[in-house]
Nanobody
Framework: QVQLVESGGGLVQAGGSLRLSCAAS????????MGWFRQAPGKEREYVAA????????YYADSVRGRFTISRDNAKNTVYLQMNSLKPEDTAVYYC????????????????WGKGTLVTVSS
């Protein structure tokens, strides 16, 4: 069982930066691939980024590649999403995800989800 708690969301102006954190409970964090998804009002959930257990591979949606960076600290049971050059279209609730088998781009089969943190980017 893994519990995920996101933090770090807030209001930021376009062009600004935020760093999201996702703290995981349990002693097996290092066995889980981790990811971030987002959902904007009235839109479907969207894949943002993912990272494998050893941080040797990272994956990004085209819409955020070059602006966002996913990382993890297995000693702290935490995954991060550094978001730079934010745009109004990045406004969404951001969700952390964990699964021992990997993170699928559509989120199907992902075992654990956080409750989300709201990011609002003003123009």
């Amino acid at each position: 069982q893994v519990q995920l708690v996101e933090s770090g969301g807030g209001l930021v102006q376009a062009g600004g930066s935020l760093r999201l954190s996702c703290a995981a409970s349990g002693r097996t964090f290092s066995r889980y691939a981790m990811g971030w998804f987002r959902q904007a009002p009235g839109k479907e959930r969207e894949y943002v980024a993912a990272i494998n257990v050893r941080s040797t591979n990272t994956y990004y949606a085209d819409s955020v590649r070059g602006r966002f960076t996913i990382s993890r600290d297995n000693a702290k049971n935490t995954v991060y999403l550094q978001m730079n050059s934010l745009k109004p279209e990045d406004t969404a609730v951001y969700y952390c995800a964990a699964d021992s088998s990997g993170i699928t781009a559509d989120g199907s089969g992902v075992g654990y989800w956080g409750k989300g943190t709201l990011v609002t980017v003003s123009s």
